[in-house]
């Protein structure tokens, strides 16, 4: 089957690759769109030392068992369920786990993808294939109201109008929280215009540390210090972009102001899915350009050069970019 | 009057140092015991490029007003309890505050100083001077307990088992915490054993990311990558201990794990006095070494070099170190 391999920093189209093998926990999945995320971006400057199928945003139809025929998107952390981190309710932290298309496991840059049955949620007939490509990055926002850091009516400063900024800021503002988000892009600022959210262009943005939350989306290795310049003293910055390597930041202001600094990765696909369909989240504005599969290369080169949301992948389309 | 004052990066005493001016707000307190904190050493490294009258950790008589006679000690923040941060509920966080021997204000080590009245808290006669010069530092420790950081029962590892490590673990063990101190000093960590708190030298440590809570006090540019391999996924790292200039660190764990970084400052003097009164925090171990005032340079030179707890500083006494 065809499938787009990272190897070290070098991602090649392999024509010939092994079809996944279903197991008595995995079911195959024949993908019919993926996402590309900013994490690939970052797998493939050597964050996580990724050696494999990338992809972990992904919609198909499962070949087998009880879900056969249904569409369906996929929990992206393969967890044993057995280890006292599983038992305590948090399977996404699962120490033996592996992550699709970031760690230890294939992911669904390819024909096919092999994923734990326990991890898939059929997808209803009212989304599209291209907005249930979205339920993974929309569930990454919604962790944030699962971890409980903020309310109706708090005052959240959104830094970055990139794609997982952008649905951030929407599931945020549906929340009832008082939405402001910062960014470089006024291409992308407009599109959140559009979904009734306030915007302010980076240049013309006075830092003045009196937000109550201020949600990291930068991307960017400096995103913190910035986020510190934005939250008042006993506020929260939670820290969503995972950047490879190490960062040079001076910690003093954290303590100073206590502040508390929060990481936010993977979320609950329900509440994402419940979201997309009743049009809380809105993700196709988001859809900048779709490539055929095998043109994955020139995809996620053009997603790391280009002032682009969201770029798709379609295994079946053999046409060129749209 | 003499004073211990701090220019640039270089501490000189002062023999004719000029008497603080009492104003409406401020009197003026003449000091008894002042403590050497390990911000002080910071301070003097160009944290917070303070010059002025070093010392923020002290007991003293009120020279004036109601007070007049009473031994008391001084919350730090001189805050102006008018602003929006002030009416919110953080003085210590205003932002046209000064701090005493820290941020545009002189400190303790001298004959007197200058304190606003509201700063002032009287201390009961049960606590000795040198009991009661631990308050500021103490108060500190609380501060975790009234973040609502920790609960009864909650295990926590305290990095450093210096002067702030010890009266945060004790804090925290009086509370319920099931607190373990890893340290580098025997000598320290046996003051701890002391107390009932379990230890570990740092050499016989495996940090296992399983701790609910850990609390930086490590005074080390490198506490929090430390800690980051102690606490469990969506765990809480405290951290105490301000360091000057900027760290490198990963901080693709604090989000890959979840993890909360929360910064904790100054804390409630009330908290303190009564755990100090009632015995529940034990200071009178942790004094190291008493030095008259004019040889402050080679007290902070001693605390600097040597592997001390409390250092203190008396401005009646004229004899050598004792």
Known sequence: MLAVHLSGQTVSIRHDYSEPIPTEKDIVVDVLRAGICETDLQLMRGYMGFSGVLGHEFVGIARY???????VVGEINCSCWQCETCLMGLPTHCPNRSVIGILNRDGAFADSISVPVKNLHVVPDSLSDDEAVFVEPVAAAYQILRQQLVRPRTRVVVLGDGR???VCAQVLADFGCRVLVVGKHPQKLQVLSGFGIETVILSDATPNRSAEVVVDCTGSAAGLTSALQWVRPWGTVILKTTVA???T???APVVIDEVRVVGSRCGPF????AGLAAGRVKVKPLISARFPLEQAVDALEFTRTQPVLKVLLDPKSKTGPA
């Open 270 to 273: 329900a509440d994402a899915i």
């Open 65 to 71: 068992g009880k879900l056969m025929g249904q569409r």
């Open 164 to 166: 997982l900024g952008n």
């Open 245 to 247: 390597g190490e960062q």
């Open 249 to 251: 930041l001076a910690l």
